[in-house]
């Protein structure tokens, strides 16, 4: 089972910035945050990952609690094309393979 | 360079068929992974490839099966084909899988259809 909360839903406007929240209570010492996003019958794209500390690239940034129970994605600018389901995804050091939950299907709208 | 290269993109089956879908991985990457995505089960982990060798493989039956060549490439076969199994097959691909900065990137899919 996936070991994430995510809203099954959000949206904003064009222009503004997207803030998608993660719950992730459970996560252990050794487990990565990573996100990915899935545009509408195209594979999922990866967009970022975080151990603790705050990360940023030319897609997004991603701020972890202190705790790290908790993140959040944030998209700066959200276009249009920014409209996706995006997964929030922790995943053990060693593991081989990512656990999909539901994600959180973001729509932006013009 | 290129990202992982799913072919083929779309293919239409019937019951009782097999089928082999293939997957180019990332140039230097030596772990490939499987998908499966269907709106009632979502994105469900197939099995993984590194050096030709399966590491680990999901809850599926054994009607799917896959290997990895030398090269990395990798295929999928899915025998004696259902209706449940229509589905986007998605492989997977990093420079070995585990570890931080072994960041597992996505092709585009396979469509199946099983009619």
């Known amino acids: 089972d996936a070991k994430t909360t995510q809203p099954p839903s959000m949206d904003c406007a064009e222009g503004r910035a997207a803030n998608l929240p993660c719950n992730h209570s459970?996560?252990?010492?050794?487990?990565?945050v990573y996100w990915y996003r899935q545009i509408h019958s195209q594979g999922p794209q990866y967009i970022i990952h975080?151990?603790?500390n705050n990360e940023t690239n030319e897609m997004a940034s991603l701020i972890i609690t202190e705790d790290r129970k908790s993140s959040t994605l944030i998209l700066p600018h959200a276009t249009l094309r920014d409209t996706a389901v995006y997964y929030c995804?922790?995943?053990?050091?060693?593991?081989?393979?990512?656990?999909f939950g539901s994600g959180t299907r973001l729509l932006v709208r013009p | 360079k290129a990202g992982v290269t799913q072919t083929p993109r779309y293919l239409i089956k019937t019951r009782g068929q097999q089928v082999t879908l293939s997957c180019s991985p990332i140039?230097?990457?030596?772990?490939v992974s499987w998908y499966q995505q269907t709106p009632g089960q979502g994105l469900q982990f197939l099995f993984e490839?590194?050096?030709?060798?399966?590491?680990n493989k999901g809850n599926f039956p054994g009607r799917f099966s896959g290997r990895q060549f030398s090269n990395s490439r990798s295929e999928m076969n899915v025998s004696t084909l259902e209706l449940g199994d229509s589905a986007l097959y998605l492989c997977?691909?990093?420079?070995?899988?585990?570890?931080?900065?072994?960041?597992?990137?996505f092709g585009e899919g396979s469509w199946l259809t099983v009619v």
């Open positions: 490839y590194f050096s030709e060798t399966q590491r």
């Open positions: 975080g151990l603790k």
């Open positions: 140039s230097g990457h030596r772990s």
């Open positions: 997977a691909s990093s420079w070995k899988g585990t570890g931080n900065g072994n960041t597992i990137y």
């Open positions: 459970t996560i252990s010492g050794n487990e990565y």
């Open positions: 995804i922790v995943r053990m050091d060693s593991s081989y393979k990512l656990i």
